[in-house]
């Protein structure tokens, strides 16, 4: 599956990009906010990450921003299973932080997974998300909030020291 937003184009990933992947996500500033990504981040772990399968119900994605250099990875995001419930993660690299790319992207993901949200027993789950997304206002705290998580993402964090 890939998707297009105004800025960003969100894909699976492939093995030729384990390098740049391990490059993007391997900041412990990063990886502290993920339920499930390890510290360190290893060249053994990116590669498993490129290799596993997608699952068409629970999709994940590179998130890249297009440009005249080709497309650069500056995060992911996607579905998991967390605790019995549907879970939107994502994380943006510390050097494209503050772009708005968290937001956008998790916004066109649900956007088009929505529909979806019947098969995967969680249409009240996106009703939520898809509610707390559209009232954001670019600010990208709802979605650990929402969830019940007490960590931030460093974007957050430093969107919400810009507002108080």
Same mark, same amino acid.
Request: a positive charge; charged letters at 30%.
């Given at each position: 599956m890939f998707i297009r937003s105004e800025r960003l184009f969100l894909r699976p990933a492939w093995p030729e990009d384990r390098d740049e992947l391990m490059a993007r996500i391997g900041h412990e500033a990063v990886v502290r906010n993920l339920a499930r990504v390890p510290w360190p981040y290893t060249a053994e772990d990116a590669r498993a990450f490129v290799e596993k399968p997608q699952d068409h119900r629970l999709p994940s994605f590179l998130v890249t921003a297009p440009g005249a250099q080709g497309a650069r990875i500056v995060g992911g995001c996607g579905l998991s299973m967390l605790d019995g419930e549907v879970n939107l993660g994502y994380w943006i690299t510390p050097d494209e932080q503050g772009r708005g790319y968290a937001t956008e992207a998790a916004r066109t993901l649900l956007r088009n997974i929505e529909s979806h949200a019947a098969t995967l027993d969680a249409t009240r789950a996106f009703a939520r998300l898809r509610t707390?997304?559209?009232?954001? !206002?670019?600010?990208? *705290?709802? /979605?650990? &909030?929402? !969830?019940?998580?007490? *960590?931030? /993402?460093? &974007?957050?964090?430093?969107?919400?020291?810009?507002?108080?």
């Amino acid at each position: 599956m890939f998707i297009r937003s105004e800025r960003l184009f969100l894909r699976p990933a492939w093995p030729e990009d384990r390098d740049e992947l391990m490059a993007r996500i391997g900041h412990e500033a990063v990886v502290r906010n993920l339920a499930r990504v390890p510290w360190p981040y290893t060249a053994e772990d990116a590669r498993a990450f490129v290799e596993k399968p997608q699952d068409h119900r629970l999709p994940s994605f590179l998130v890249t921003a297009p440009g005249a250099q080709g497309a650069r990875i500056v995060g992911g995001c996607g579905l998991s299973m967390l605790d019995g419930e549907v879970n939107l993660g994502y994380w943006i690299t510390p050097d494209e932080q503050g772009r708005g790319y968290a937001t956008e992207a998790a916004r066109t993901l649900l956007r088009n997974i929505e529909s979806h949200a019947a098969t995967l027993d969680a249409t009240r789950a996106f009703a939520r998300l898809r509610t707390s997304v559209e009232a954001s !206002q670019n600010d990208a *705290r709802w /979605l650990r &909030e929402r !969830q019940g998580r007490e *960590r931030l /993402l460093a &974007e957050v964090v430093r969107q919400a020291s810009l507002r108080f």
